[in-house]
């Protein structure tokens, strides 16, 4: 991407947080002007962020829904968000096929990313027909995934895509978050797990 487009791009997803963000006050300021009680804090407001901002800004954040330029769907997990995104890439024939391409061919230091079928994930999500992708992975290792490793490759233009998400702390999100910290845990120490059940398991034969 030259200059003069992502210099578009940037003032393209800054219009369209703006817009967003200014709707979801103005419905606010409205239901308060009409004596409505609004629970919780503006500050918890949903912002808009595009999806190829720094994955790193969705860490500690819930999706609520993601946005394909005009056409917005309701989500409420990130892997909701990562299915829903790559289905809508294969729904294109030629994307599809370049997806297709990629099986196998797409993979992190202990296991395949896209693959024509789901045994050796963790955690497979169904694409299409004979395609699946590795959903184990943190927010902000999802989303890297997902836009560096598959949809370029795709030769996808996820630019007119934007991922609506709140801060607002809640025991679910809690829960979310420790999970995905030990995903993540597990993910960076497999080797040492692995090698400790092995070890585990010899002494209990031995017995």
Sequence with gaps: MDKATALAELEKARNNMLLYINTKFDALVARVEGGEAVEGN???????????????????????????????????????????????????????????SLRNR???????????????MNAPVKIAEELFAEAYLDTEWLIKVLTTEILYHAHYDYSH????????????????????YSRAYREANREKINAYQREWHAKRRKK
Aim: proline letters at 6%; charged letters at 25%.
């Design 42 to 100: 503006p500050s918890d407001i949903d912002m808009l962020y595009p999806l190829c901002i720094n994955p790193a800004t969705f860490k500690g954040t819930k999706p609520t829904a993601v946005y394909f330029g005009g056409e917005m769907i309701g989500v409420k997990t990130w892997r909701a968000v990562y299915t829903l995104i790559l289905q809508r890439c294969a729904t294109i024939p030629e994307k599809h096929n370049r997806l297709m």
């Design 106 to 120: 797409i993979s992190g230091r202990n296991r395949t990313f896209l693959s024509d079928k789901p045994i050796g």
């Design 161 to 180: 895509i934007s991922i609506s998400v709140t801060t607002a702390k809640t025991k679910s999100n809690v829960k979310e978050r420790r999970a995905e």
